[in-house]
């Protein structure tokens, strides 16, 4: 952990980490007896088995896609062969419902060849087909949708959170792949305006394709689409706007070399790649395939946690905390990180002592301490109108110097998650939830 | 496989360590300097009014917890730093009651009726100093509560000299003197180099911000000369303000109390030179011999309508 140093008069720096130069090769994992798969539920429905075209009991082929309903976006593709074992629901952040499917896993491997015969077609129906349960690939669907056309993609060579370093390898290792995926993303959406964000020391690599490139600083929150859009490209995103709603669409590095794997190979990738932070803040670079409990992944690398600890999907600073070890690796996962219960850091009870770290910490200079006594008393309207709520970039910067330990990284996504409930009109607020 | 339990909780899971406690005992470490020579200076008496300040300071506040049923917050050290200012600020033979009372006034009145440590207005200590002062000026004479001391140095209040002598009284002070504390005034406020070295090491702490004392002296430092200019024979040169009552404990330990002063950049700036000139005009054409506590209480008033002035915030257009 980053301690502020006796001299506290400067704002805290915190590098993002820079991959060595000498290329890690990633620690492979594979699944030992069981995988799991969370499929999203839409909005307003609990998970469960009753809507499924598959029941407990059916065998499932590599690369087979396990879906609500035949034409749906929302699926996820088996990683193995084997048997349904069992569906539940479950619940996620913010009350997301999933379903969690898990899958026995057989001796023998059969293969899905549905994607292969279509390998001509290029196109961006086929990849919403097959291709948006990929590593990182959830980001593709934004592509067609027609309410926000895009017209720049921005592929970020740079991962977001501290101590992770999963899209500087692959954009490192992996840069034909890369590549690859430029070129079909070029074809498939016909736009031309791509430009990868890369830091100061993979320029070299980056500069091998052919596209625009852009510096990103190693400095958190740098790589941040919101800081990236303002700081290198001179267009600040309005609050209250996504990127997608200027045109904007932001690819992970991986997702993108994926799709260039994916018509290479004829195969669907279901290996993901992802940084493993260690108790001691040592890092290794994992491949699993999407599916694996996390147990699995502790027990191949010799990790051992005791009560009280915490395992935390993500980085440090945006991450999420899991309350078991069969939460299995997602498409999204970039990092898992353990954190040994010494070291768990608490908050506290305090209201704001007006200190005004906060405010100088802040990169996208939101008021923080007013922000926060108007969240405490949970007046997120107010808060929105007049306190910046929705130009928060959501970097957990506030949080993390707060001499009061409010948790205000929570305050923030929790009121920006009330308040859109109440504007899609929902009923799945958190009070609400807890009047039931 | 066994069923361990594991901590789940919201990001971000890291901290840079920071928390009340030692911001405020920080503080206490910074007065140090300033209080060994106001223990030198007034010997026993001193160090009774300090440890009589901070305990009942510390008391005050743990009876406010019990009485509200709140948690017990005297391990936060924010009573004890209350204590601690509130002291610096007293004569040295300031009677028990005085100290009991001012620290009621001071953790009671100034903090705990607000909802405690954040909430408060005005900062505790100047709110209490200005009640005492108020009710029993006699105590915040320090011409006639040091009167009993021998000193080796001019043994009048500087700023009293002043207001009641004119310029002319105030040649025989030294400058070098009065910044080294030779000088009478509260027991922790005279030394001006000690304060000066304590608010440095508050701000290279990270704990207080440069903008505030800076733009505070810068206030008191201007407006002084403007009036020197004005008329030398009559108005005191900026020099001796600076030096002299309550300027530099002012400066470094009053106005940057953290819940009644600003955040942002612009008003801080604003808010420290208003407190500034607030001061010398106090001093020079108000009816008090110095109006450090009263310049600031107004400061602490304009506050929070001051620190609206603040950035724009990312993707705001207005």
Same mark, same amino acid.
């Given at each position: ?350 209201? /704001? !002592?007006? %200190? =005004?770290? &906060?405010?100088?910490? $802040?990169? @996208?200079?939101? #008021?923080?301490?007013?922000?926060? *006594? +108007? ?16 130009? /928060? !970039?959501? %970097? =957990?910067? &506030?949080?993390?110097? $707060?001499? @009061?330990?409010? #948790?205000?990284?929570?305050?923030? *996504? +929790? ?22 | ?318």
């Amino acid at each position: 952990m980053i301690k502020k140093s006796f001299i506290g008069m400067a704002k805290p720096q915190l590098l993002c980490e820079a991959l060595e130069s000498a290329l890690p090769e990633p620690e492979k994992i594979s699944i030992s007896a069981r995988a799991t798969f969370l499929l999203k539920m839409p909005p307003g429905q609990s998970g469960g088995k009753s809507s499924f075209s598959f029941e407990e009991g059916d065998k499932v082929i590599t690369g087979q896609k396990l879906a609500l309903a035949p034409k749906s976006n929302e699926y996820v593709v088996s990683s193995v062969t084997g048997k349904i074992l069992s569906i539940k629901p479950f619940e996620g952040n913010f009350g997301q419902m999933y379903t969690a499917v898990s899958i026995e896993t057989a001796q023998k491997e059969e293969k899905e060849k549905a994607f292969k015969k279509t390998l001509a077609d290029v196109t961006l129906e086929n990849i919403n087909k097959y291709l948006l349960n990929s590593p990182g690939c959830s980001s593709l669907r934004l592509l067609s949708d027609s309410a926000k056309p895009i017209s720049t993609i921005i592929i970020s060579g740079m991962d977001k959170d501290l101590l992770v370093t999963t899209n500087q390898y692959i954009l490192k290792s992996d840069i034909n792949a890369v590549k690859k995926g430029i070129e079909i993303l070029k074809k498939i959406s016909g736009i031309d305006k791509i430009i990868v964000a890369a830091p100061r020391h993979l320029m070299h690599e980056a500069s091998g394709l052919d596209v625009t490139v852009k510096t990103v600083d190693l400095n958190y929150p740098a790589a941040f689409p919101e800081l990236f859009m303002k700081n290198v490209l001179g267009t600040p995103l309005p609050a209250e706007k996504s990127c997608e709603d200027s045109g904007v669409c932001f690819l992970s590095c991986e997702s993108v070399a994926c799709l260039g794997k994916a018509f290479e190979k004829g195969e669907i990738p279901v290996e993901k790649t992802f940084t493993f932070i260690k108790k001691d803040e040592s890092k290794v670079l994992v491949s699993a395939k999407i599916g694996t409990p996390l147990s699995d992944i502790f027990q191949g690398l010799g990790v051992s946690l005791k009560d009280k600890d915490r395992i935390i999907i993500g980085g440090p600073m945006t991450g999420f905390a899991v309350y078991s070890e069969d939460y299995p690796v997602m498409p999204d996962t970039d990092a898992v990180m353990v954190q040994d219960s010494a070291d768990v850091s608490y908050t506290s009870g305090y209201p /704001c !002592i007006n %200190c =005004g770290e &906060c405010i100088r910490t $802040c990169p @996208a200079k939101v #008021p923080v301490n007013m922000l926060v *006594r +108007l969240l405490e008393a949970e007046l997120y309207d107010e808060a929105a109108e007049q306190y910046d709520l929705h130009s /928060c !970039i959501e %970097c =957990g910067l &506030c949080s993390y110097v $707060c001499t @009061a330990r409010i #948790p205000v990284f929570q305050y923030i *996504r +929790l009121a920006k998650h009330e308040l859109a409930c109440t504007d899609s009109g929902e009923d799945n607020t958190a009070e609400e939830k807890n009047a039931k | 496989m066994q069923n361990r339990q594991f901590i789940v909780s919201h990001a971000p899971f890291w901290h840079n360590g920071s928390k009340i406690s030692s911001r405020s005992y920080n503080t206490i470490i910074a007065a140090i300097p300033a209080l060994l020579l106001g223990f030198f200076n007034y010997g026993s008496p001193a160090v009774g009014v300090l440890a009589l300040s901070i305990s009942s300071a510390m008391i005050w506040e743990l009876v406010m917890n019990l009485i509200t049923r709140r948690p017990i917050t005297i391990g936060d050290g924010n009573a004890a730093l209350i204590g601690t200012v509130f002291a610096m600020l007293l004569p040295a033979t300031s009677p028990w009651w005085l100290v009991i009372t001012g620290t009621f006034f001071a953790v009671v009145i100034g903090k705990e009726i607000f909802g405690g440590i954040g909430s408060n207005a005005f900062n505790p200590v100047v709110v209490a100093v200005a009640i005492l002062m108020v009710s029993w000026k006699d105590f915040f004479d320090f011409d006639e509560t040091l009167l009993n001391y021998d000193f080796e140095f001019i043994a009048a209040y500087p700023l009293a000299q002043l207001k009641h002598f004119g310029t002319s009284a105030i040649t025989s002070f030294d400058t070098v003197d009065l910044l080294m504390g030779q000088q009478t005034g509260g027991m922790g406020a005279t030394f001006g180099l000690g304060i000066i070295i304590g608010g440095i090491y508050l701000i290279i702490k990270g704990i207080i911000r440069w903008e505030i004392p800076v733009s505070f002296l810068a206030g008191v430092f201007i407006t002084a000369l403007l009036f020197n200019i004005s008329d030398s024979a009559k108005y005191a040169n900026p020099v001796f303000h600076i030096c002299t009552g309550y300027t530099l404990i002012g400066a470094f330990f009053l106005a940057t109390e953290d819940s009644s002063s600003p955040v942002n950049f612009v008003p801080m700036l604003l808010c420290g030179a208003f407190a500034g000139i607030m001061t010398v005009l106090i001093r020079n054409i108000g009816l008090y011999v110095d109006g450090v506590i009263y310049s600031i209480l107004i400061m602490n008033l304009i506050c929070p309508i001051m620190d609206k002035i603040r950035p724009k915030a990312l993707g705001k257009v207005v």
